[in-house]
Each structure stands twice: as structure tokens, then as C-alpha cells.
């Protein structure tokens, strides 16, 4: 039988990507592992993640890495917001500038931090494109485990 996600699994591993944590899916007791990015992540102390580690470690063939977007898919995540949303007040359109110069992630950042309730939209946005991100992704790590 082909193991599934829970939809309270497809949210938490969503958030924890976001989080910018790894995730690991063991695929008989369909538990989940989430350990700090230490290679993008200077602050997380391996100490704090002794066991998770060394569950990985002894049984990685057991386990199935959901791989976080990447800055291309990160971005086209951002368009795809910038396209969904009505420009009632320019927004918009001051979010599809940002999108085409130069450092992206910071100003399309700053615009939504400050954009009042459209802030909110893009959190929201966001998490649900993470989700479906977190299902294909595990979809085809699981084809691919298969075959």
C-alpha cells in the first residue's frame, strides 16, 4: 500500500520548510523528522538534534527527504500571488516591479510587510502553495522510491 500524508502532515512539513528545516518522512511508521538546514543555518546547534541525527543516520534508507523549494520556485510562487491579486491600490503592480530588479525576496519582503492586509493574503497564499508543493513533492518521491 502506498503511504499518504496526513493533511495535518502536509501542513506541519509546509511550515517547517518554510521554516527553512529539513524534512524526512519514514516511510513503514510514516513518522516525521524535522532537523535545522545546518548547511544554511549558522545558528541551529547539532546538539539540540542529537537524536534526530542518529535515527537518520542508522536508518536513512528508511526515509524520504520532502525537499524545500528552491529560489526559483520560491519566486514563482511570489508571481503567481502578484497575479492573483486585484491591484485596488497599486500593489500589484508595485509587486511586479520589485519582481523584475534586482534582490526580489527582500523587496517583495518590505512591500508585503507593509501592505497591510494584503500581508495576511500572502501568508495565506503562500502556505497553500506550500502544501501542494509538500504533495508533489512527496507524490513523486514516492514514485520514485518504487521504482
Known sequence: ??????????RDIAEELDM?????FHKTTHKLLF????DNNFYAE???FEEELDELENNFDEYLEIEKPNSNDSFEIM?????????KNN???QLANVLQKSKPFRQFKFLIDNSGPYRQQWFDFKSQQLQLWVLDKFNKAIDFDRH
Open 1 to 10: 500500500m502506498t503511504p499518504q500524508l496526513t493533511p495535518m502532515q502536509i
Open 20 to 24: 527553512g528545516n529539513r524534512c524526512y
Open 35 to 38: 532537523i535545522p538546514d545546518f
Open 46 to 48: 547539532r546538539e539540540f
Open 79 to 87: 508571481l503567481n500571488f502578484v497575479e492573483s491579486l486585484e491591484d
Open 91 to 93: 500593489l500589484k503592480q
